[in-house]
């Protein structure tokens, strides 16, 4: 059974559009929830995390919002870039030191100019 | 920032030997390290998590047998393949845990291929 569902597969954006990406989740004990960018042929980079005491967190284009009565989250890029196109991950965990992550399958992005 | 190095960033087996990958901190000390796999079409999969001063404790269906690792100090880590086979094949990643904002930092992976 999946824990972490994230839609869509894959995304295609004009440039200055607004890319969103979501996520559910199963398990009400999971309280951290980092997003990953992965670019090809490269490791996941760490782009934002949220806490579940929290409903949003902003940093620069970058906005997750979090859900905890739905289980829900989702990440929104601002202002989209060429440069952004690349794989996107949610991921989840029990504790905020995030050491066992369990993540989403990933959503890719192409953000055409 | 801090920084976590891979090697080899891309290597090549033939089926049934072992191939051994290594993971350094830089910059910061690593509590825990991670180990992941990324296979084609699937998503990441934990292997272990090893933590120093503490056993390392592996997921299901990975064994110390297969993925022994070894986490001598809080910078470096190594994690080796044994007798490798297709279903090995994927990007293995190294994730360290700094001791003080508790966030995993990936390294570049090693891309295993198995001829």
Not at chain 2, 59 to 65: K, L, P, R, S, V
Not at chain 2, 73 to 90: C, I, K, P, Q
């Amino acid at each position: 059974q999946q824990q972490v569902r994230q839609s869509p597969q894959s995304l295609t954006v004009w440039e200055g559009g607004t890319t969103v990406l979501t996520c559910s989740y199963e398990d009400s004990t999971f309280n951290y929830f980092p997003w990953y960018q992965q670019f090809p042929g490269e490791g996941p980079a760490l782009l934002i995390s949220i806490l579940s005491v929290s409903d949003k967190k902003e940093d620069g284009r970058f906005t997750t919002f979090f859900n905890k009565r739905e289980k829900k989250l989702s990440l929104h890029i601002i202002d989209s870039q060429p440069g952004d196109s690349a794989t996107y991950f949610c991921a989840a965990s029990r504790n905020s030191a995030g050491n066992k992550l369990t993540f989403g399958i990933g959503t890719r992005v192409l953000v055409r100019p | 920032g801090a920084l976590v190095y891979q090697y080899p960033r891309r290597t090549i087996c033939k089926s049934g030997t072992s191939m051994r990958m290594e993971c350094q901190a830089v910059g910061f000390q690593a509590t825990s390290v991670a180990w992941y796999r990324q296979s084609p079409q699937k998503t990441f999969e934990l292997i272990a998590l090893s933590t120093v001063n503490s056993a390392i404790k592996y997921e299901q269906n990975f064994t110390q047998e297969k993925f022994p690792i070894s986490h001598p100090n809080l910078s470096f880590s190594s994690m080796t393949v044994l007798n490798a086979y297709l279903e090995d094949r994927g990007l293995y990643l190294c994730g360290a845990l700094t001791g003080t904002n508790e966030r995993l930092f990936f390294g570049h992976g090693t891309k295993l291929s198995v001829l």
